[in-house]
């Protein structure tokens, strides 16, 4: 288990943001369990932050020096504002005071971390910290709202006795819960590493259909969800079989890629590699027509063209077929669809899942901006065969590789038992 532990939180940068409040003092402690734990620190403080805890202590703890100012150029020279902003896995400012969530509610960016903040994708998590009667206020109550819907994830405040005297809700939560949010419990590492000994067999990218040698129709598919998946799953302890169309992205280390180019090819390679495969996700944006008869040399225009016809005919549903030759005794494969919609998303997709028998289908909106296709980021309505959880379930906008742990985590906690494997 200590393995798993730091594999999960070695290496993980986390970029600890201050800001002036007394609980300051207690960042410090936090920034020593998140170095115990493995983890990468940097620290940046706002200009109030230094009145309660010096820079120094952060950087003697962290071994990093500690950024204080946007036009530093001395700092700006090293690892410039937007490279951390880049660098980052994780932003947790502990404490955030009410001024500091007031700001970036706004979206300022009028100091280093509020900057850094709007420059990064990097999870976001904020504690914090200030007077119960602050905290109550409908203007820090909005903003808290406002942060949550641009994606921050707030943690607490706890509730009790105050530095000035009040008692209420405003203490920043002690470093140890902050750091038991951030990082995976041994608990839940153990039910993570459900995936050992599994094959998982994952389709992803598009594919290219030629019309003649130097032409083909193809879609928008990066690839990045279903490499997302596939280092979800072999993070976890699986063996996992990459089937990708053509895409530009390096392959997720301990994942098995097979190349393939057109849907026939990835279904003939989805079908071969049935019989060892305890969950196939079928992720690819597979081109459901190809050219009837693609040219053998290639199209030329002529001056007395009206246009060009093309007959397409209908490519191998490659997961129907998958799901068809299910194993009737062990249910195995558990077969993970995705459903790509612009419009009516849950109709579709329930009508995807039982028209082709999935156990699990994962319905995402491909036409909100920033998601979806070559993003960074999506969010996705779950939906099971079994109509567990009727309504589905609703994973907000998000980094790929963070909805592909939910996807996986969701698939592997109802994969059906082992025992015959
Ligand atoms: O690759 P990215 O840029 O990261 O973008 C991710 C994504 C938008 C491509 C991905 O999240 C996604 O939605 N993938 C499925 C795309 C798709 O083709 O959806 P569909 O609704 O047309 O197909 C439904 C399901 O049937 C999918 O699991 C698909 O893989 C499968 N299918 C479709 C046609 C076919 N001939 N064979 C199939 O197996």
Same mark, same amino acid.
């Given at each position: ?63 990093? !020096? ?332 998000? !980094? ?22």
């Amino acid at each position: 288990m200590a393995t798993l532990t730091s594999n999960r939180s070695a290496g993980r940068r986390i970029l600890l943001g201050i800001s002036a409040g007394i609980a300051a003092y207690k960042s410090a402690q936090l920034a020593r369990l998140l170095k115990q734990a493995g983890c990468e620190v940097r620290v940046v403080m706002t200009e109030g932050a230094q009145a309660f805890i010096t820079p120094l202590t952060l950087q003697a703890l962290t071994g990093e !020096p500690v950024r204080t100012s946007l036009l530093d150029p001395e700092a700006e020279a090293g690892m410039g504002h937007i490279e951390l902003a880049r660098w980052a896995d994780t932003i947790v400012i502990a404490p955030a005071t009410a001024d500091l969530m007031a700001r970036m509610a706004q979206g300022m960016a009028d100091d280093l971390l509020t900057t850094l903040c709007l420059a990064s994708e990097a999870e976001k998590v904020l504690a914090p910290a200030m007077n119960q009667a602050m905290w109550r206020h409908p203007a820090t109550q909005r903003n808290a709202t406002r942060l949550a819907q641009d994606g921050w994830r707030l943690l607490g405040p706890d509730s009790g006795d105050q530095a000035c005297g009040d008692v209420g809700p405003g203490r920043m939560l002690e470093p140890e819960a902050i750091v038991a949010e951030l990082l995976p419990s041994p608990a839940a590492l153990a039910q993570e590493a459900t995936a050992q000994g599994l094959h998982v067999v994952i389709t992803a990218g598009p594919t290219r259909e030629p019309l003649d040698p130097v032409r083909y129709l193809s879609n928008h598919s990066s690839g990045k969800m279903g490499f997302a998946l596939a280092d979800a799953a072999v993070q976890r302890g699986a063996r996992v079989t990459l089937i990708c169309g053509p895409v530009a992205l390096a392959t997720p280390a301990g994942v098995e890629r097979l190349d393939v180019e057109t849907a026939r090819q990835m279904h003939e390679a989805s079908l071969r590699l049935l019989d060892d495969c305890d969950l196939f996700i079928g992720c690819a944006a597979v081109a459901d027509y190809r050219a009837e008869a693609p040219a053998e040399h290639k199209l030329k225009k002529r001056d007395d063209d009206e246009g060009l016809t093309l007959r397409l005919v209908k490519n191998p549903d490659i997961i129907a077929e998958v799901a068809s030759r299910r194993d009737a005794a062990t249910g195995r494969p558990f077969v993970v669809g995705f459903a790509a919609e612009t419009r009516d998303l849950e109709a579709y997709a329930r009508d995807k899942l039982a028209r082709k028998r999935l156990d699990m289908i994962v319905a995402n909106d491909v036409s909100s901006a920033g998601l979806g296709f070559g993003s960074d980021d999506n969010a996705a309505l779950l939906l099971w065969r079994d109509g567990d959880g009727e309504g589905g379930e609703s994973l907000p906008p998000q !980094p790929k590789r963070r909805l592909a742990d939910a996807v996986i985590e969701r698939a592997l906690s109802r994969l059906p038992s082992r025992h015959t494997h």
